[in-house]
């Protein structure tokens, strides 16, 4: 049931969500205050170095942020984001990031975020604070 | 002489800087240690609620600090990044984004970012720490 | 009139703050949303490199985030701080640090706070975010 | 043998980390990337809220980053911290945090560290980054 509504959820996101499209970002697995995605690196995603643009890898673990908490119901903003990054990123790399649940309380999560790439190496590590909003997404009819 | 190099540092980076390019970030002024940027947030950039992605504006800031610190001579990697957005971007919005130096030592830099609209409300704190390599951009001929 | 009850605040605060005072953190200059404080490094603060262990000087600017947004009257607590360490510091050490606002919104502040050493040696900066609670330090009478 | 020489790091550290000693930081288990730390929070350690103040709780992990890090043999010095406070720690709690490693190259580590109150709440999550220096705790004798 609330797979479902997750899932609902993270469906109505990703249809309005340009930008996660543009990325090419495949949710492979999504529920309450967790999600696995999956994306690939392309040319465009390139910075000055040859590398993927750290934003790049920011944004795929922020879509992770803001899949895993919105699919408790409520919609949920980031506030504050910290990220770390141990290894570089390639063009051609086809990376996984997983979101899990630190902390819920009534007005903030806290999710982490790691990044591997193909050959599980650690890429990066997010670690971001939503502010949960009283809106619902689909509220119940009564 | 030293902020001719920082420009043309930038200039060569932006020019494999496919996702810059993208974005459509403008240089407005390139000092080492110093940058000014600019940027239009299009409807490809926006997330599921219809406002910028917050990997749009991580992006923006994460180039400014790309551009400022690589401008000394020496490339330059992130390490560590943090970012808190206090307000919305909208689609349409002009952002600019101002990188300033806050520490340089041999090894590390340490840079603040401030992102604001058009109407010069803040949206985006970061603060960026890099990696200072070895190796020089252009290594002075002998 | 505003300074003024940012002061009585603080002092207020500083009252049952065992920590700051067992820190030694003076007040130099308190208004609301900025402040500035003065401690002293003690050979009881140091870690096992015989340096000022990170959480001293963590501390020192915790203790400026808390005065400068609670100095706006309502209760303010920190929700997410993230702090750079260019430099050590050293027992003996004089240091002074400095709230300075960057946004402020009816939920949330957020600060940037630099910490320097009696050389002017920047030592850190912090950038932390408070959760503004709708409880009023001193509320007005009616 | 590398659990021992772990262990006979900390136990150095430990000898000369007055503010640790002063923070009463029990270590339950050390392992080079990982450790397990005890403490009790004291009346001196409140704030004005009457709360642990937020550096308390910083330093406590911080150390945990220390000990995690160095235990590998090499000196190893934070660089970047970021800290999310999900609940408040009062006076008399008895806190555990357990840092384990996200990443280890050959300059840095990444460590996420998880600090619970008696109740298993969770209180506080830390991300710390250190550089990794050439200098060893005890060079091998040759």
């Given at each position: 049931?609330?797979?479902?509504?997750?899932?609902?959820?993270?469906?109505?996101?990703?249809?309005?969500d340009?930008?996660?499209?543009?990325?090419?970002i495949?949710?492979?697995?999504?529920?309450?205050?967790?999600?696995?995605?999956?994306?690939?690196?392309?040319?465009?995603?390139?910075?000055g170095?040859?590398?993927?643009?750290?934003?790049i890898?920011?944004?795929?673990?922020d879509?992770?942020?803001?899949f895993a908490?919105?699919?408790?119901?409520?919609?949920?903003?980031?506030?504050?984001?910290?990220?770390?990054?141990?290894?570089?990123?390639?063009?051609?790399?086809?990376l996984?990031?997983?979101?899990?649940?630190?902390?819920?309380?009534?007005?903030?999560?806290?999710?982490?975020?790691?990044v591997?790439?193909?050959?599980?190496e650690k890429?990066?590590?997010?670690?971001?604070?939503?502010?949960?909003t009283?809106?619902?997404?689909?509220?119940?009819?009564?």
């Amino acid at each position: 049931m609330e797979t479902a509504l997750a899932n609902k959820i993270v469906g109505a996101m990703l249809e309005g969500d340009h930008f996660s499209k543009w990325l090419g970002i495949q949710p492979m697995l999504i529920e309450p205050g967790h999600c696995i995605l999956k994306m690939t690196i392309r040319e465009e995603m390139a910075n000055g170095f040859g590398m993927a643009h750290g934003g790049i890898t920011f944004s795929f673990a922020d879509s992770a942020l803001a899949f895993a908490s919105n699919g408790h119901g409520r919609m949920s903003v980031a506030l504050d984001c910290s990220i770390s990054f141990p290894a570089a990123v390639k063009v051609g790399d086809v990376l996984t990031c997983e979101a899990k649940e630190l902390s819920l309380t009534n007005k903030t999560g806290i999710y982490l975020i790691e990044v591997l790439n193909q050959n599980k190496e650690k890429v990066a590590f997010f670690k971001g604070t939503v502010y949960r909003t009283g809106k619902e997404w689909f509220p119940a009819q009564s």
